[in-house]
């Protein structure tokens, strides 16, 4: 029995079996062997490629083009994963519109660059449904490293430090590793339990035990950790989320809940959804809630944003993804109150602009009924180990990765540098794991 | 609009499109398709001796290789002549002649070296009221182990020979197709037109291996296990055909032979192409059997167009005006000089033309952090590698007028020398001027 899709209030089953699976399949059909060869063919091999320049994880992407072409796609693959070893997800889930394809050439001289994150994943695709793992570790250094959070980039950084011979655990506060890729990122971009699957393979290289459902804090601190291993990498992400600070505000709740339920849930029928839907926030979390909600069968699904549309940190891509999906954008209205009424909720807005750079609130208001209502107004780290320094709300790292601790590295959303990117924590853990590595081998 | 009408050799067509003696000339039935989509005329497709028929391998008979696209660049067979009856041949023959007496039907000819087949045969051709033939001394694979084909085309004396006895039993113009597979295509053409040739055609295929099946380690296209080195052609074997027609037309003892000229022609302007070194018409196959026979609407209007453009109204005003400019390396002015220039506002920054000159030739073009590239002028040789391989075409060359100071040489640029009087030159024997 499905429920209508205008049926107020917040419900599950608001579509058919059938209905779930057409609106939850792959946003980006994977790339036949015959399209794979022509957007291969149009890659130009550029001279210290502006692809590669533009990633944040130095994928060399005219060679794994190249290999492509010639007909050698697991060569690809192993030229991707030896710089990003979830070059599987960020095939999928990387803004590849601001990074390498926004960089390409073919861009510059007739606005279609080279598909390179649809190649990426043919040729990652191709290796990993293969079984094959194409890393080995080195001799065992008898040295143990632990990693906190097995997100992107605690995935990465233990995989390369598994790789140069080290052993060891990574310490998760979920039930399943992933991070972000399991728990945080839109169901149609990576279907078919991909994360999970991509987890498992990179645990083939061996040297790396993962233990769940333990969180930096509760269970143990950086001391415990340090007590048993020789280095600490924390790579735990953003546990927080910013709280909307207006009356009424306990009627919203985190649209990080909302997708995190969704990514886990076994049946999408049971996931409840509102008829009328509306998300606070104007990032890809709020893109990725709204489309969500559209696709679980929400009637209407709202994004407000407080500032102009040109200002939302989503991308062009993103939002151009969301509109046609049927989400509206509101830009320039900040949330001012919550109301609950026989009908719902009707959330106030005041109209905005910015004037002399300053946003300010207008007399103007604007009110949108609504059966559920999310925020995703930013995420913000959890709590953290006495002596790390925190700056803009993140753990200060230096070049390598090294916090002010001794002994202790971090990298992805919860550390600084770099965008809030999958491709950059996947960067920054590799390249502290490498550090660790020259310091634990008194290079 | 420009008369494409053409007269070789007295046979007159609509226009100077034919297409070349193969595949697609083997039949009533793919002759009268070509007519009808417009083609001025066809050279039909080999035809034998009288007898039990040719027979053909039963697997894969071409092989091709192809640009990165998927665009067939270059295409290669290990087909025979004919392998159809002799009479069938000249009944369709003389069925499409009655019907499109407009057009050019040149039929072309491969029998042993005897005189006697060759008097056979041409006494059953001239009942077709074809308007001419054509000597296969060209196909470079199969009847080439039997003597003939290619192995005719090799040697000269054979050429003249065979040409002589045509001339002698026929009163049908005679062209002779040359092979390319030899080590100066100036020898078999003087035997040609010592034997009495009324023009020659050319190229006929290139011996070629296309590609290796590295799994079967044999050659493609593989017959059992095995292949053979077959016949190259399409626009890949251009260069070597435009070389070819240029070297007899403007060798002295060949000059003003009248040439058909084949090898890759695929648009309008690789005809117009092979025309202005000296051929008159030009024979296609390779283009209508990667495209059909259709494309001959854009050569028609192609060549049309720019015959228009250039004030030009005869296909003749475009024949052999190319000859008086090929020449000799010696004769280069050595003193012309050329400088790469970009134009910035085309350029997409890919740097192609900056790692090809770094790596490759004279470090000649900088690339800058915000991938600009920039030429610098003290090194350039104007050697062209950077326009070749300049994905927008933003790349040209600038002449530097006399007078004007080179970077490269420090010394301005002087007038016309060439080798046969330079300085560096030990051997000079004049002023160079």
């Not at chain 1, 997708?259 to 990725?288: C, K, N, S, W, Y």
């Not at chain 2, 090929?326 to 033309?353: F, H, M, P």
Request: with cysteine; aromatic share 6%; proline share 6%.
């Amino acid at each position: 029995m499905t429920t209508s899709q205008y049926r107020p209030g917040v419900h599950p089953g608001r579509l058919s079996d059938a209905e779930y699976c057409t609106a939850f399949a792959d946003v980006a059909p994977p790339l036949s062997p015959h399209q794979a060869q022509v957007a291969a063919a149009r890659c130009y091999f550029c001279a210290e490629a502006p692809c590669t320049t533009a990633c944040p994880s130095d994928i060399d992407v005219p060679l794994f083009i190249r290999q492509i072409l010639t007909g050698t796609p697991e060569a690809a693959a192993q030229t991707i994963l030896s710089q990003n070893i979830l070059g599987g997800m960020c095939a999928r889930v990387c803004p590849t519109e601001t990074l390498c394809e926004g960089a390409c050439v073919r861009e510059a001289a007739e606005g279609k660059p080279v598909e390179i994150g649809a190649l990426q994943r043919f040729a990652t695709d191709r290796l990993q449904t293969s079984g094959v793992h194409p890393f080995t570790r080195a001799a065992r250094t008898g040295k143990a490293v632990a990693v906190v959070g097995a997100g992107p980039a605690g995935l990465a950084c233990a995989h390369r430090l598994a790789m140069r011979g080290h052993e060891v655990t990574v310490y998760d506060a979920r039930l399943k590793p992933g991070g972000l890729n399991e728990y945080g990122i839109a169901a149609y971009k990576a279907p078919g339990g991909f994360a999970a699957r991509e987890v498992a393979w990179l645990l083939q290289i061996g040297g790396i035990a993962v233990l769940e459902n333990w969180q930096l804090g509760r269970n143990g601190s950086v001391a415990d950790l340090l007590a048993d291993h020789d280095a600490v990498f924390l790579g735990m992400g953003l546990a927080g989320v910013n709280a909307l600070t207006i009356p009424g505000a306990e009627f919203a709740t985190p649209a990080t809940e909302f997708i995190a339920h969704l990514r886990q849930a076994e049946d999408l029928a049971t996931v409840p959804v509102g008829r009328r839907v509306v998300v606070i926030g104007g990032g890809m979390t709020a893109v990725d809630a709204a489309v969500q909600a559209k696709l679980l069968g929400a009637e209407t699904a709202s994004i407000v944003y407080r500032r102009s549309q040109a200002e939302m940190p989503a991308s062009g891509h993103e939002q151009e993804h969301a509109q046609k999906n049927g989400v509206r954008i509101v830009p320039n209205a900040a949330p001012v109150a919550i109301r609950k009424d026989d009908q719902g909720y009707e959330v106030e807005f005041a109209r905005t602009e910015t004037r002399d750079g300053k946003l300010v609130q207008l007399d103007d208001t604007l009110r949108i009924k609504a059966d559920q209502i999310f925020t995703a107004i930013g995420q913000t780290l959890g709590p953290v180990p006495e002596g790390l320094t925190i700056t803009d709300g993140k753990i200060e790292i230096d070049a390598r990765g090294r916090t002010g601790l001794s002994h202790v590295w971090a990298g992805g959303d919860c550390a600084s540098g770099g965008e809030d990117l999958t491709v950059t924590a996947v960067a920054q853990g590799r390249d502290a794991a490498e550090d660790i590595h020259a310091f634990l081998m008194g290079a | 609009m420009a008369n494409l009408t053409s007269t070789f050799l007295g046979i007159k067509s609509p226009n100077p499109f034919w297409l070349a003696s193969a595949p697609p000339t083997d039949k009533e039935v793919n002759v009268r398709r070509a007519f009808e989509a417009g083609w001025g005329g066809v050279v039909w497709k080999t035809l034998g001796l009288d007898g039990p028929p040719v027979v053909n391998v039963s697997g894969p008979r071409y092989g091709a290789i192809h640009g990165p696209d998927g665009t067939l660049l270059g295409l290669n067979n290990i087909e025979l002549i004919t392998d159809r009856p002799l009479e069938v041949n000249l009944r369709e023959i003389k069925s499409v002649k009655r019907d499109y007496p407009d057009r050019a039907l040149v039929v072309s000819l491969m029998v042993p070296c005897d005189e006697d087949s060759w008097k056979a045969i041409l006494a059953r051709v001239e009942e077709t009221e074809a308007d001419g033939v054509e000597l296969n001394f060209g196909c470079p694979h199969g009847m080439a182990e039997r003597g003939m084909g290619a192995a005719v085309g090799q040697v000269p004396d054979y050429v003249e020979m065979v040409t002589r006895w045509v001339k002698q039993h026929s009163r049908m113009p005679c062209i002779v197709k040359l092979t390319p597979n030899i080590s100066d295509i100036r020898i078999p053409a003087e035997a040609a037109k010592r034997g009495g040739a009324d023009a020659v055609s050319l190229i006929n295929t290139i011996n070629s291996i296309t590609s290796v099946d590295l799994d079967l380690f044999a050659p493609q296209p593989t017959i059992d296990g095995f292949g053979t080195h077959g016949g190259y052609c399409g626009p890949a074997v251009k260069p070597i055909a435009l070389n070819m027609v240029a070297e007899i037309a403007r060798n002295p003892a060949t000059r003003g032979l009248p040439i058909s000229g084949i090898g890759g022609v695929t648009t309008w302007r690789d005809a117009a192409e092979f025309m202005a070194p000296g051929a008159h018409n030009v024979q296609v196959c390779t283009a209508v059997m990667t495209y059909g026979f259709k494309i001959v609407e854009e050569m028609i209007s192609g060549l049309s167009d720019y015959m228009d453009r250039k004030g030009l109204t005869e296909t003749r005003e475009i024949v052999g005006r190319a000859v008086p400019k090929v020449t000799d390396w010696q004769y280069l002015n050595l003193n012309y000089t050329t400088k790469a220039s970009i134009a910035q506002e085309d350029c997409i920054k890919c740097g192609r033309c900056h790692i090809v000159c770094e790596d490759t030739s004279h470090q000649a073009i900088t690339m800058a952090a915000d991938r600009t590239v920039t030429v610098k002028e003290e090194e350039c040789v104007a050697c062209n590698l950077c326009v070749e391989v300049c994905p927008t075409n933003c790349i040209t060359m600038r002449e530097l007028s006399e007078g004007e100071l080179d970077l490269r040489t420090a010394k301005p640029v002087g007038d016309y020398l060439n080798w046969t009087g330079h300085p560096n030159n030990p051997m000079a024997t004049t002023s160079g001027k």
